[in-house]
């Protein structure tokens, strides 16, 4: 079956540190830009960061840069996102994605044609 | 970053209805936009990439229009599977930005 399934949230104090974890399945992991996403509760979607195939490029959203590590182990289809300095605004469900980057015409497009089902991160004291 | 505005916020509509979403691009992003459809506890689902092409498996009556700085998702006739929130993605530049979300509801 073709999946992704992330762990690794819970509840953390400000200041604290989570690593979460997306395992693939059912596709050839090491073939796909790789994305973390995040949605705070009642709130909309926001974009975290992403990692190429063979890991060459990485990208951060403001909010996280500097306190969150994206990574990923191609020999373990596994996706990771190591999160430092957590604030109370971290709060939210982290989503991980496969972009499948489409090409159209040369250009090569975002497209997040599978998700798993999140992992909730709290930061509360 | 860029700043995507969408609009409406919310919107009211029945089945059968024809349902228009915008996006507005803080700069030019020429046709590097995707759109998502999410209902509640689930995850988001791919509904269009690069403005204007339909994911495989979604529905004919979805479809996206624009380039540039405006963009638009149009539900021909809305059905009942169809209420649900949907979200602009822009993957022109980085970091990648979303509207804020529309919440289409039955009316």
């Known amino acids: 079956e073709v999946q992704l399934v992330e762990s690794g949230g819970g509840l953390v104090q400000p200041g604290g540190s989570l690593r979460l974890s997306c395992e693939a399945s059912?596709?050839?992991?090491?073939?796909?830009?790789m994305t973390w996403l995040r949605q705070a509760p009642g709130k909309g979607l926001e974009w975290v960061a992403n990692?190429?195939?063979?890991?060459?490029?990485?990208y951060y959203a403001d909010s996280v840069k500097g306190r969150f590590t994206i990574s990923r182990d191609n020999a373990k289809n596994s996706l990771f996102l190591q999160m430092n300095s957590l604030r109370v605004d971290d709060t939210a469900l982290y989503y991980c994605?496969?972009?499948?980057?489409?090409?159209?015409?040369?250009?090569?497009?975002?497209?997040?044609?599978?998700w798993g089902q999140g992992t909730m991160v709290t930061v509360s004291s | 970053a860029i700043q995507m505005t969408q609009s409406p916020s919310s919107q009211s509509a029945s089945v059968g209805d024809r349902v228009t979403i915008t996006c507005r691009a803080s700069?030019?992003?020429?046709?590097?936009l995707g759109w998502y459809q999410q209902k509640p506890g689930r995850a988001p689902k791919l509904l269009i990439y690069?403005?204007?092409t339909l994911q495989t498996g979604v529905p004919s009556r979805f479809s996206g229009t624009g380039s540039g700085t405006d963009f638009t998702l149009t539900i021909s006739s809305l059905q009942p599977e169809d209420f649900a929130s949907y979200y602009c993605?822009?993957?022109?530049?980085?970091?990648?930005?979303f509207g804020q979300g529309t919440k289409v509801e039955i009316k």
């Open positions: 690069a403005a204007s």
């Open positions: 990692i190429r195939r063979d890991a060459t490029k990485i």
């Open positions: 700069q030019d992003i020429g046709n590097e």
């Open positions: 993605l822009q993957d022109a530049n980085y970091p990648r930005t």
């Open positions: 059912g596709f050839t992991f090491s073939s796909y830009w």
């Open positions: 994605a496969r972009d499948y980057s489409p090409q159209i015409l040369g250009a090569f497009y975002d497209a997040f044609d599978m």
